[in-house]
């Protein structure tokens, strides 16, 4: 058993150092009120409903842009997307890698977008997509087209199956009706991927259908359909394993990152005359952190390489693990981090306050901590499935 990456994924990592010095720390140094302690009020146009500033989208574009240009933006697309089909081990490795670089140009932690592009709807899109619906697959990686994704309601998030909104034939159209919630990014979108019951009763996974509705137009018809009516939430299902362990595997790096840099603050500050590193209430909580750091670290690379030689969904219990021990470790290392460097910890100045809420947002998204202790609940009680062998 090898537990080193192997070199082409190494080599990779160099490569995307080497960009990322050439490329994109020059664009960030020439715009750093996007990254320092102006972040927020820099990024957000305040008096059009707090939406990204037009100058914050186009510092982004620009990056994907010399990105796309080097060959790294679709590294981790099917061929058929112009990508490089990149394994789940290769993508976790990278992840990992650019979120220990801290805050960035590289790896937007706000907007998820990163010079090794985040696309987590294109695989769907070109395996399930009519051709028509697959012209979104170009327009969302150049930036030109979103699409957005429109599945909790007021009423319901976790319990997606028990969604209210219904949709219902008329001669060749669909109409549909309900609320959605935390629609992100719908002002800029092209399309809505709107998730509404066709059949069954609340709670059946099947009967929920998946609808690009153009955000311009006021009907649909069966073209609308992504895949197949009533299997929605399965399309769904198929491709969030992917993206649960690339998300933790980001989560480990930013751990990483906080855990490095409150060390290093610690060397250097002197507190009662000496350098705080010397006492071990402030040794001890990053010795825990920087151990589970290396453990959490090594599962989700087991992980991401046992899901490139395996059906996923065989492993859904050891992806929900990587998932919500990660996530958590990520706040539990910025919030160290904050409390190793006292009051500047705190502020604005430094980005560990950025960085929790970010990866606080993990535990709640996509799948909540609950939502995957449930699943791991389930392989080890026998409720559903088999536990797989860890
Ligand atoms: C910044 C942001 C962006 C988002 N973007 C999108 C988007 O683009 N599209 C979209 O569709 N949604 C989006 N969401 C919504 C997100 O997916 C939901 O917030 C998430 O699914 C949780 O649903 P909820 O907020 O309704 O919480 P609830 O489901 O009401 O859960 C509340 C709490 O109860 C816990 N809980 C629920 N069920 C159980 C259980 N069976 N056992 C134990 N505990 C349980 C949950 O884990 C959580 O802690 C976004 C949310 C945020 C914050």
């Not at 061929?79 to 976790?92: D, E, P, R, T, V």
């Not at 259908?209 to 609308?224: E, K």
């Not at 046992?306 to 929900?320: A, G, H, T, Y």
């Amino acid at each position: 058993m090898d537990f080193d990456l192997p070199s082409q994924i190494t080599a990779k990592l160099a490569e995307l150092d080497e960009f990322i010095e050439a490329e994109i720390k020059p664009l960030e140094r020439a715009n750093m009120q996007f990254f320092d302690h102006r972040r927020e009020y820099a990024r957000t146009d305040w008096e059009n409903d707090g939406r990204p500033q037009p100058q914050w989208r186009a510092l982004i574009s620009e990056m994907e842009l010399r990105a796309e240009r080097a060959g790294h933006l679709r590294y981790g697309l099917p061929k058929s997307c112009g990508g490089q089909a990149a394994s789940n081990l290769a993508i976790a490795a990278i992840r990992e890698h650019l979120a220990a670089k801290g805050l960035g140009l590289h790896n937007d932690l706000q907007d998820e977008s990163s010079i090794v592009g985040n696309f987590p709807i294109v695989p769907v899109l070109d395996a399930y997509g009519t051709p028509e619906q697959k012209r979104y697959i170009e327009g969302i990686i150049s930036g030109k087209m979103h699409l957005s994704f429109a599945l909790t309601e007021p009423g319901h998030g976790s319990d997606a199956t028990w969604l209210e909104t219904v949709a219902r034939r008329d001669g060749d159209y669909w109409i549909i009706n309900g609320m959605k919630r935390w629609n992100s990014q719908v002002a800029r979108a092209h399309g809505n991927l709107v998730f509404a019951r066709t059949s069954g009763k609340p709670g059946d996974a099947h009967g929920v259908t998946a609808f690009i509705v153009p955000t311009d137009t006021a009907g649909h018809n069966d073209s609308a359909i992504l895949h197949r009516e009533g299997e929605g939430l399965m399309v769904a299902q198929r491709f969030v394993h992917e993206n649960r362990v690339r998300q933790a595997a980001a989560s480990v790096g930013a751990a990483r990152y906080c855990i490095h840099e409150a060390a290093k603050y610690a060397n250097s500050r002197i507190a009662f005359g000496e350098p705080l590193s010397r006492k071990q209430a402030i040794q001890f909580p990053l010795v825990e952190l920087y151990a589970e750091c290396e453990l959490v670290r090594n599962f989700v690379f087991k992980t991401a390489s046992r899901m490139d030689r395996q059906d996923p969904l065989e492993i859904s219990d050891m992806v929900s693990i990587c998932n919500f021990r990660a996530n958590r470790l990520a706040c539990e290392a910025a919030d160290r981090a904050m409390q190793v460097h006292g009051g500047i910890g705190y502020s604005r100045s430094l980005p560990f306050e950025h960085i929790y809420r970010h990866h606080r947002r993990y535990r709640i998204t996509e799948g909540s901590e609950e939502v995957q202790m449930r699943r791991v609940a389930q392989y080890l009680f026998g409720v559903r499935g088999k536990r797989a062998s860890a």
